[in-house]
């Protein structure tokens, strides 16, 4: 097939114009699908006694792969994981939200575990942090250093410097607890 040269790049436009509708028709379904998820796994977590901290979706082997993070005032033991796994199965079989087969893990949400709610911030205040901002803030997307407090969705860390840093809530692209490592001696 031989294409005009004028013809070519209209072509690779028309055809560039295509994959992007496709994958952003893809990424609204996905946002849909995972909306859909939380909100069953979040109704069905805290009907057995436990915490929704975060359900991630990823791929593995072409198919959807749920994560689901969930805590406890007491922490998360494997016997939690299994029986909140097993309540969730069903749950998920039961109401069918998804278009195909897809991997169900539930784990806890680990020494770093992420801040994502409001309840997040308040309940881990005096807790050494990490944070990663969605645009620059005096030169730096990362701040490391104590929760000192959460006000009207600002939250303010203790660097490790000594200085207080103000971060809006809506400016946060990812918080989580940040285990110190003590140096070995």
């Known amino acids: ?19 992007t509708g496709m994958v ?10 995972l909306a859909t998820v939380e909100t069953l796994v979040a109704t069905a977590v805290e009907q057995i006694g436990y915490e929704l901290v975060d359900v991630e979706w990823k791929k593995a082997e072409g198919k959807p792969h ?9 922490g998360v033991s494997l016997e939690d994981c299994q ?4 309540f969730l199965g069903e749950v998920l079989d039961r109401e069918d939200p998804l278009p195909s087969k897809y991997f169900l893990e539930i784990s806890s949400p680990g020494i770093e575990r992420r801040l994502k709610k409001v309840e997040d911030f308040v309940r881990f205040m005096g807790s050494d942090i990490k944070v990663k901002t969605l645009q620059k ?4 997307r990362n701040f490391r250093g104590i ?39």
């Open 1 to 19: 097939m031989h294409f005009k040269e004028w013809a070519f790049p209209t072509l690779c436009s028309y055809l560039s114009l295509g994959v």
């Open 24 to 33: 952003e028709k893809e990424q609204r379904e996905h946002r849909h699908y």
């Open 66 to 74: 749920i994560v689901v993070y969930i805590d406890s005032l007491e």
């Open 83 to 86: 029986k909140v796994s097993k």
């Open 137 to 140: 803030i005096d030169g730096s």
């Open 147 to 185: 929760l000192k407090d959460f006000t009207n969705n600002t939250l303010t860390i203790m660097l490790e410097n000594g200085e207080n840093k103000n971060i809006d809530l809506k400016d946060i692209a990812r918080a989580n607890l940040w285990y110190k490592q003590e140096p070995r001696r």
